[in-house]
């Protein structure tokens, strides 16, 4: 039975894996998989978090309810049957296994040191700020996905096929079936992608030093799922064990089993491997028994991570509270993708996933940087020398899994402001120098096109010059995008709201 278990939850993990990178695969819009704003990035310490900062609540909580209560039921099997950043590493160590030997010790005190970091991430909710989406393994694993493995595999394609065609003369077929159904018809590229790879696969390689190393000491997904499985109702209750021998010890990943065989359930992560292990005990049972997750430097339990914490909440309540209706926040500088929340919302809501900008069909939204706020690092922004927001485009609200960018019909999008451009004189052409243009009036999106010209005298000859009416101006950015004029210096610019 034993066995058995072992081989389900490698056919589990690998299934979940699959699932999970061919959704984020094909999610594009037009879309090509189900719709899935409920199914993306719902984690259970990233959307509590957010929803605490953010001082709202967040439709997906039935996700996290249902990983709670099977936490609460069978311990942390989220980690070892379902993660797809613990499978990734999973299936490096298993890579490595022949050329690494690991020697585990006996769990140590180590181990606290992700809830010491759930617990820091906790605070900083209170007090309005979120962070938890640097260390989250889901938002971790999907910005790389997005951000930076998907726009790589897209070029890898698209320049292989081109190279074989223009070479060769063969696979233009399949080029072009590939564009149509799977891959995106254009290039595209994001900001610190290189970062995004970075800090993903440096996890990855520390499991060359310890096996899910990122999943015992500083997973804060981990660490609230380790929480609530400190006592869960069905146990690995094996045999006590005799022989000592150290072997479980040494091949447990999550450093959870003691010397005398004992194993905390809080860091296990219900890999199965020690129960399907050849153990000269009693009818070749294993030999590994439960212990309670204690403060003796072995892990934490429920009620003194609730200790801990509390006394520090009610300290810091009050001064959270007043931070964050005191208006001492950075306004955004950047602009904000159509339905956006407020600017302050936005930035606790956002899980910096990546979705909204692998859906953005021109390519516009980017990273941003501290624009914001340090607190505004990676979420979403456009920038319009790379591309617009499509009028007739919604896409960005229809992937957003936390609300920070509200699902919007089509015609409520096309009607929602994200900007307001204005003519920079002294560099639009016709205002400059006379010179006849209307690109940026063309290319407005708008019905009754918020770029019209009307006669002016410039440099002593009547001339048709671009001025905004305001009053429709949606702030698409697609008039300073399709700009003649060369360089940052555009003859039309869209500002933040």
């Not at 007090?127 to 790389?144: A, K, Y």
């Not at 003194?304 to 909440?313: E, H, K, T």
């Not at 501290?370 to 922004?381: A, H, L, N, R």
């Not at 936390?402 to 096309?414: F, G, P, R, V």
Request: net charge positive.
């Amino acid at each position: 039975m034993s066995g058995k278990l072992k081989i389900a939850r490698i056919i589990t993990q690998t299934a979940a894996f699959l699932f999970i990178a061919v959704a984020f695969f094909l999610l594009s819009y037009p879309s090509k998989f189900v719709n899935t704003r409920d199914f993306f990035l719902s984690s259970p310490a990233l959307v509590a978090l957010a929803a605490i900062s953010a001082q709202y609540a967040i439709p997906l909580f039935l996700t996290v309810l249902i990983f709670a209560a099977a936490a609460l039921l069978f311990g942390r099997v989220f980690c070892g049957w379902v993660c797809p950043y613990g499978a990734v590493m999973d299936f490096f160590a298993f890579i490595a296994g022949p050329f690494k030997k690991w020697n585990e010790s006996a769990p140590s005190k180590a181990l606290m040191s992700k809830y010491v970091l759930l617990l820091f991430f906790l605070i900083l909710a209170v007090l309005g700020f979120q962070f938890v989406w640097f260390f989250e393994p889901l938002t971790v694993f999907g910005r790389f996905f997005n951000l930076a493995l998907y726009p790589f595999i897209n070029l890898a394609v698209d320049k292989g096929f081109q190279y074989a065609i223009m070479n060769y003369g063969f696979g233009e077929g399949a080029y072009y079936f590939l564009r149509g159904n799977v891959f995106d018809a254009r290039q595209i590229s994001f900001a610190y992608s290189f970062s995004f790879f970075a800090l993903f696969i440096i996890p990855v390689l520390l499991v060359l030093y310890k096996r899910r190393f990122w999943c015992r000491y500083i997973c804060p997904l981990g660490a609230s799922l380790g929480i609530l499985s400190a006592n869960p109702v069905f146990k690995l209750n094996l045999p006590e064990c005799k022989l000592h021998c150290g072997k479980c010890e040494n091949m447990c990943r999550a450093n959870a089993i003691k010397r005398e065989g004992t194993y905390i359930p809080g860091e296990c992560v219900m890999c199965m491997e020690c129960t399907a292990l050849e153990c000269r005990q009693p009818e070749g049972q294993s030999g590994v028994r439960n212990e309670k997750l204690g403060v003796n430097g072995k892990g934490i339990t429920r009620k003194q991570f609730l200790f801990w914490g509390s006394g520090i909440f009610a300290a810091l309540y009050m001064a959270g509270r007043k931070v964050y209706a005191s208006g001492h926040y950075k306004l955004s500088q950047v602009i904000r993708p159509p339905g956006a929340i407020a600017e302050r919302e936005f930035k606790q809501a956002c899980v910096r996933c990546g979705n909204c900008m692998k859906v953005c069909v021109t390519n516009g939204l980017q990273p941003a940087m501290t624009e914001s706020g340090i607190d505004g690092i990676w979420t979403p922004k456009m920038d319009n020398y790379i591309g617009y927001c499509e009028y007739n485009c919604n896409a960005c609200g229809l992937v957003c899994p936390t609300q920070a960018i509200e699902s919007l019909s089509m015609e409520e999008k096309m009607k929602r402001s994200i900007g307001r451009a204005e003519i920079i004189k002294d560099v639009c052409l016709p205002w400059k120098d006379g010179t006849s243009c209307l690109v940026c009036e063309e290319h407005c999106p708008v019905p009754d096109k918020a770029i019209k010209f009307v006669p002016e005298t410039i440099n002593g000859k009547s001339v048709e010059v671009p001025v905004i009416n305001l009053d429709i101006c949606v702030g698409c950015g697609v008039c300073q995008n399709k700009c003649p004029v060369e360089g940052k210096n555009r003859g039309v610019t869209v500002h933040p709201l």
